[in-house]
C-alpha cells in the first residue's frame, strides 16, 4: 500500500522591522545650531536695546545739544597783524579796518553760475577769478572764499538789502596794512599777501589757505611775530543756512606783536632824499644812465642799520587788499615792466652787485701791510701809468688822474686815491711765491666779502672775490671753447684790477658798509641787522634769538687800522683829497673814500662801460657811531654824485645844516 508523505507547508521568514522615521526639524544637529542661533540674535538684539536705551537716556542731553549747535556757523574773528615801528616808536606799517565780500562754498546753490556772474559785475572782481577761488577750497568748502576786500559801504548795503537773491555770499571785516610813509623803506619792510600752495607745504598746520602771510622783507622775516591768533565766533543760521543772529564771539583773537626796527624815520628819509640828489646831480653832470643807487646807514659799533635806502621804489600799499596785474604792471611790479622800471622791487643795498673800485682800496692796504709789502711811510711813485714788469703784453694801467707824477706814502695815496700806487701793491701780490698762495683775497674774505653778511631781511647776495681757483672753474672748455686755455690763467692784470677793486670783483653796498664799519670800530666785523625788539600789546618785550656779537678779525693789527684811518680823514680835511669839496667844511669831523668803478651794463639801447658812483665812510672821525655807504648806479664820479647822497645823511644824524660844493676832481 502505497504510503503518502504530508508535506509540511513552508514557513516564511518574517519580515524585518522598518526604522523610524525622525522629523528634520528634530535633528540633534539641527537644534544644536538653532539654539546657538538664537542666542546670538538674542544677545545682538540686547545689545541693540541697551545702545537705544544709553543714547536716549544716558545721552540724550548731550546729543540734544549737539543738534542744536548744528543750527550754528563758526566764524573766523580775525586778529590784527602787529605794528612795525622805527627805533623811536613811529609806526612804519599798521592797520586799517576794512570790508569783505565773502562766498560759502557749501551754502552755494547747484545752479551757481547766474549768482555768481551777478556777483562778479557787482564787485568787479572777474568770474573766473572767483571761480578759481572756490576751486582752490575744494578741499575745505566750510571755510570762505574771498571775492573782494575794501568793498564800499553802498556795496554792503545792497546785498544786506538783497540776501535772499545771493545765498551764501557774506560780508565781513579785515585788517588791511597801511603804509603812513608811502613808498619809505618799502624793500626793507615788504608786503603781505596771500599763503601760496608751496608756502603752506612748507609750513604746516600753523597756516591755513585762507591766510595772509608776509611776502618780502620784515614782513616776511618777522612773520610768526607779526601774525595774531585769530579768534572764534558763531552765528544761528536757519534751515537754509541764513544768517538768523549777530555774531558771538566765542574766544578773542589775540593780537600780533609789534616789530621794533633799528631804523630811524629821519634818517631813512634823508636816505630816500640824497639818492635822489645824487641820481639829480650825475645826470646834471652828463651821466643820462643814472636812475637808480642805494644807500645803507649803520652804527659801526653793534650792525644796526638805520637807514637802508634803495632806488627805484615802489608802494607797497598796491599790495593790500585785492592785487590785480594792472596795478602791479603800473609800478613796475610784473616781469614785462619791471626792466623797463628798473627793477623797483630789488633792494639794491643787499641784492644788486657792483665793482666797489677805489673803495676797496681799503682792504688792499691793510692787507698789503699785513704781509708786509709795503712799509705804510715809504714812498712809491703816483704816476699817470703803471706797466706791470711781470706783464708779456707790456699792458699799460692808467691813474684817474693822468697828469699825477709825484711821491706817496700810503695815507697821501689813499686821499688822493692813487691807482698807480695801488697798482704797485697788486703786482707785489702777483709775484708772492706760490706757497703764500693769494692774500688778498683771503684777507678780503676776513672782512666779509664773497659771503653773505647774515643780514635778518633778505634775500641778499654773496658777491664774488675771484680767484686762481675761480678763474679754473668759470672758464672751462665747455663754457669759454674758445680762450678756455688762456682764460684761466690768473695774470698780472688780475691783481692789479683787483687791487683797486676792479675787474671780476663783486660786493653788496651792505658789504661795504660793513667794511667800513671795521675800519671805525678797530677791527670788528658786525652783523648787520634791523630787528631792535619784539614787544606784546601791553608792551612787554618778546624773547627773541640773541643776535651775533661782533668779532674781531684775526690777526689784524691796530696799527694798520689807524694807517688806514688816517688816509680816510686825510681824504675829507686836505685838500688834495677827493672827498674835501664834500666835507671839508662839513661841521662835524668825516672821514671816508669816494670811488668811480668800471662796469659793463645792458640799458636800452645801450650796452657798454658805464662808471658807478661810489663814497662810502663814517663819523665822528675820533668816536665814530654812524657809516655810510652809497652808490649811484651809472653815476659817474663818486665825489660828484655819491659823496653829496651820503653828506645828505649825516646832516640828517648830526643836525646840521651843510651847504655842498661839488667838485669834478675825484675818481
Same mark, same amino acid.
Given at each position: 500500500?502505497? *504510503? ?22 528634530? *535633528?540633534?544637529?539641527? #537644534? ?41 556757523? +563758526? ?83 545792497? #546785498? ?6 545771493? !545765498? ?19 624793500? /626793507? =619792510? ?45 552765528? *544761528? ?5 541764513? !544768517? ?78 585785492? /592785487?590785480?596785474?594792472? +596795478? ?20 639794491? +643795498? ?36 703803471? /706797466? ?100 684761466? =690763467? ?16 663783486? /660786493? ?28 606784546? !600789546? ?103 654824485? +655819491? ?25
Amino acid at each position: 500500500m502505497a *504510503s503518502t508523505t504530508t508535506e509540511r507547508p513552508a514557513v516564511e521568514p518574517a519580515p524585518e522591522a522598518e526604522p523610524e522615521l525622525v522629523a528634520p526639524w528634530r *535633528s540633534p544637529r539641527l #537644534l544644536t545650531r538653532v539654539g546657538l542661533l538664537t542666542a546670538i540674535l538674542l544677545v545682538i538684539f540686547a545689545a541693540l536695546f541697551l545702545r537705544l536705551w544709553a543714547l536716549q537716556v544716558l545721552s540724550g542731553t548731550k546729543y540734544v545739544d549737539q543738534a542744536r549747535a548744528n543750527s550754528f556757523r +563758526a566764524v573766523p574773528v580775525l586778529a590784527p597783524r602787529g605794528q612795525i615801528i622805527d627805533r623811536n616808536g613811529h609806526v612804519l606799517v599798521g592797520n586799517r579796518q576794512a570790508t569783505t565780500v565773502q562766498v560759502w562754498p557749501s551754502d552755494l546753490p547747484k545752479s551757481r553760475y547766474g549768482e555768481l556772474k551777478r556777483l562778479s559785475e557787482l564787485t568787479q572782481v572777474p568770474l573766473r577769478e572767483i571761480v578759481r577761488g572756490i576751486a582752490r577750497r575744494r578741499s575745505d568748502p566750510l571755510t570762505p572764499v574771498t571775492v573782494r576786500t575794501d568793498v564800499s559801504e553802498g556795496l554792503v548795503a545792497y #546785498l544786506s538789502e538783497h540776501e535772499a537773491e545771493f !545765498p551764501g555770499v557774506t560780508t565781513g571785516r579785515t585788517y588791511l596794512r597801511r603804509y603812513p610813509y608811502g613808498t619809505l623803506a618799502s624793500q /626793507v =619792510l615788504g608786503y603781505v599777501g596771500a599763503i601760496t600752495r608751496s608756502q603752506l607745504a612748507s609750513l604746516g598746520h600753523r597756516y591755513g589757505l585762507q591766510d595772509q602771510i608776509g611776502q618780502a622783507g620784515v614782513e616776511s622775516a618777522y612773520d610768526s611775530y607779526l601774525r595774531g591768533t585769530d579768534g572764534t565766533a558763531k552765528r *544761528s543760521l536757519d534751515a537754509l543756512g541764513r !544768517p538768523r543772529s549777530a555774531l558771538q564771539v566765542t574766544a578773542l583773537p589775540k593780537p600780533g606783536a609789534a616789530v621794533r626796527l633799528t631804523l630811524s624815520l629821519p634818517l631813512q628819509e634823508a636816505a630816500e632824499r640824497g639818492l635822489d640828489e645824487g641820481i639829480r646831480l650825475a645826470r646834471a653832470d652828463g651821466q643820462w644812465a643814472a636812475a637808480g643807487g642805494a644807500i645803507v646807514a649803520l652804527d659801526p659799533n653793534d650792525g644796526s642799520i638805520l637807514a637802508m635806502a634803495s632806488s627805484p621804489t615802489y608802494p607797497p600799499a598796491v599790495y593790500s587788499g585785492r /592785487v590785480t596785474q594792472r +596795478a602791479l604792471a603800473a609800478h613796475g611790479l610784473t616781469a614785462k615792466t619791471a626792466a623797463a622800471a628798473n627793477y623797483p622791487s630789488l633792494d639794491r +643795498a643787499t641784492m644788486a652787485l657792483y665793482p666797489p673800485g677805489s673803495t676797496f682800496k681799503p682792504v688792499t692796504a691793510l692787507a698789503a701791510m699785513q704781509e708786509h709789502l709795503v712799509s705804510p711811510y715809504s714812498y712809491l711813485p703816483c704816476t699817470g701809468t703803471y /706797466v706791470s714788469p711781470d706783464d708779456k703784453s707790456h699792458h699799460p694801467f692808467h691813474n684817474w688822474d693822468p697828469n699825477v707824477n709825484q711821491q706817496m706814502d700810503m695815507p697821501t695815496a689813499l686821499a688822493y686815491s692813487c691807482d698807480t700806487y695801488f697798482y704797485q701793491l697788486g703786482n707785489a701780490f702777483f709775484e708772492l711765491p706760490k706757497d703764500r698762495k693769494q692774500p688778498l683775497q683771503d684777507w678780503a674774505r676776513l672782512f666779509g666779502f664773497g659771503a653773505k653778511t647774515g643780514v635778518d631781511v633778505g634775500p641778499e647776495e654773496a658777491g664774488l672775490v675771484p680767484t686762481i681757483g675761480w678763474r679754473k672753474r668759470e672758464f672751462s672748455q665747455r663754457r669759454d671753447p674758445c680762450c678756455w686755455q688762456v682764460d684761466q =690763467l690768473w695774470k698780472p692784470g688780475n691783481s692789479i684790477q683787483l687791487a683797486i677793486g676792479q675787474g671780476d670783483l663783486l /660786493v653788496t653796498p651792505l658789504q661795504m658798509a660793513r667794511l667800513y664799519a671795521l675800519i671805525a670800530n678797530g677791527g670788528d666785523l658786525v652783523t648787520p641787522h634791523v630787528l631792535m625788539d619784539v614787544e606784546n !600789546p601791553n608792551h612787554t618785550v618778546v624773547p627773541t634769538p640773541a643776535l651775533p656779537s661782533p668779532k674781531p678779525v684775526s690777526g689784524l693789527d691796530p696799527a694798520a687800522i689807524q694807517v688806514v684811518r688816517q688816509g680816510l680823514w686825510e681824504a675829507t680835511h686836505l685838500t688834495f683829497g677827493t672827498s674835501y669839496p664834500v666835507f671839508g667844511q662839513f661841521p662835524v669831523s668825516i672821514a671816508g673814500k669816494t670811488g668811480t668803478a668800471e662796469k659793463l651794463v645792458q640799458l636800452p639801447g645801450f650796452t657798454g662801460i658805464k662808471d658807478q658812483a661810489w663814497w662810502c665812510g663814517y663819523g665822528p672821525t675820533d668816536k665814530p657811531t654812524l657809516v655810510v655807504c652809497a652808490v649811484i648806479e651809472n653815476g659817474g664820479h663818486g665825489g660828484v654824485a +655819491a659823496a653829496p647822497a651820503a653828506a645828505e645823511v649825516f646832516a640828517s644824524y648830526f643836525h646840521v645844516k651843510i651847504q655842498q660844493t661839488i667838485s669834478k676832481h675825484s675818481d
